[in-house]
């Protein structure tokens, strides 16, 4: 089945930045639509943003202008370039095919904090 593996998460102040990455491995990276998801301590798991196959993006609002999702194909990685981080942003973030499947990585700790 296919795998993800989420890294780069981390501490960072508001206003700061931190660049998120995601390895995809074991299925058609080319021809997936892929995803971010994040779960804020307390509540549902959401979407944060994705990029289909022909890399198109879309955004959930409350990100929108902020952050930035791309991937690359020869290393089958998604990426999640966030800027201007919000207390609000904090929370564990995932990635995964959108539509999800019924499994997901340990995803990465994002927490934004003075």
């Known amino acids: 089945q296919v795998q993800f593996v989420e890294s780069g998460g981390g501490l960072v102040q508001p206003g700061g930045s931190l660049r998120l990455s995601c390895v995809v491995s074991?299925?058609?990276?080319?021809?997936?639509?892929l995803g971010w998801y994040r779960r804020a301590p307390g509540n549902e798991r959401e979407f944060v943003a994705r990029?289909?196959?022909?890399?198109?993006?879309t955004y959930a609002t409350s990100v929108k202008g902020r952050f930035t999702i791309s991937r690359e194909i020869a290393n089958t990685t998604v990426y999640l370039q966030m800027t201007n981080l919000k207390p609000e942003d904090t929370g564990l973030y995932y990635c995964?095919?959108?539509?999800?499947?019924?499994?997901w990585g340990q995803g990465t700790q994002v927490t934004v904090s003075s």
């Open positions: 995964n095919r959108v539509p999800v499947f019924n499994y």
């Open positions: 074991r299925g058609p990276f080319r021809f997936l639509d």
């Open positions: 990029i289909t196959h022909t890399d198109i993006d």
